[in-house]
Structure formats: structure tokens, C-alpha cells
């Protein structure tokens, strides 16, 4: 069974991921290109007529599906990207030790807080800190610092905006 013109339009636009000339449809449909284009604007008017939630759009030299803007808005939940999970209370910890004793290396922050500062690659992934540079120390250590997300995220204008710390004690940021 050979299958109809449409699925095969409606079956390349999906497919292709990106969008299909006018050529390449009648390629697919084995039409001169204006046989494919009277068939893809066939396609485009039943999709519009039946209203199945999505349709054609010349784009980019090709045609591709698409939602239509009225119904963006009811996606939203759809398209967002997941919440990411909170920060565990290790990495809160190295992300404080970070944030007021930048710029810093690990291995101090492994010392300020007697324990493994691994967490580091998590905050760095979700873009809250960065290297900003090496230290002259032996072996010239990775240098951490926080982010313009970081401020973002934690609602700061600036480092400035930071809780004070009574001296340099750490001991009520860190557990134990």
C-alpha cells in the first residue's frame, strides 16, 4: 500500500526536523515542484480545517510545522524546563564559602569545611560559580568564584548584599 500524498508531507515535515523545501517535498512525493506545492498547500488547509493543533509555516526557504501562537500559551507548562532540585546542604555550604572568601581554591574550601568540596562541579554546572582564575600556589590550584546567576538567583545586587559574618568565623554557614 502506497501511502498518500499527505503522509508523506505530514510524515517528511515532522521527520526532517528542520524546514523541507518545496523540492525536497516533491522529491519525497515523486511530483514536479508544482504538483508538490498545490499537495503541501492541500496539507497546510486540512491541517487548518480539522485543527489538530499545529500547522505549516514557510520559513527559512522550506516549510515546517509548527504551533500556532494562540496556542503557545497553553504549552507553557509543557515547554518549560523542569525545576531543577534544591541545592543539597553540601553544596550550599561550598557555595557560601565560596561566595565569601572568593576568589578560592578547593583544597581551602575542603579545609574550611573538613570535607570534600566535589559539589563544586554541581554549582558550576548550574552556573551559580566558575573558575576565575589560578592561584599562585603550588601547582597553581583552580580559583572559584561565584556568578552573575548566583547574584540572580539569590536575589543580590551584588557581594556587597551578602549577610555580614562576624569576623572570618564560618562556623554558623557550615554543619557540625
Excluded: N
Excluded at 524546563?81 to 572568593?102: C, D, K, N, T
Excluded at 561565584?146 to 540572580?152: A, D, I, N, P, Y
Aim: zero cysteines.
Amino acid at each position: 500500500m502506497t501511502p498518500s500524498p499527505q503522509a508523506l508531507i505530514g510524515a517528511a515535515l515532522l521527520a526532517a526536523g528542520r524546514p523541507v523545501t518545496r523540492r525536497e517535498i516533491a522529491e519525497v512525493l515523486g511530483l514536479p515542484e508544482e504538483a508538490a506545492a498545490r499537495a503541501l498547500t492541500a496539507f497546510a488547509d486540512t491541517l487548518s480545517a480539522v485543527g489538530l493543533g499545529f500547522e505549516v509555516e514557510a520559513v527559512a526557504g522550506g516549510y515546517r510545522l509548527v504551533v500556532p501562537p494562540a496556542l503557545s500559551a497553553h504549552l507553557a507548562p509543557l515547554l518549560a524546563p523542569p525545576p531543577l532540585p534544591p541545592l543539597s546542604a553540601a553544596a550550599l555550604e561550598v557555595l557560601a564559602v565560596i561566595a565569601y572568601r572568593q576568589p578560592v581554591t578547593r583544597a581551602e574550601i575542603e579545609a574550611m569545611r573538613g570535607g570534600s568540596a566535589g559539589t563544586v562541579v554541581t554549582l558550576q554546572e548550574r552556573e551559580l560559580v566558575k573558575v576565575v582564575g589560578r592561584s599562585d600556589a603550588v601547582g597553581q590550584p583552580l580559583l572559584y568564584g561565584t556568578t552573575e546567576r548566583f547574584l540572580l538567583e539569590f536575589g543580590l545586587t551584588g557581594l556587597d548584599d551578602l549577610p555580614p559574618l562576624e569576623g572570618a568565623d564560618f562556623s554558623h554557614l557550615l554543619r557540625g
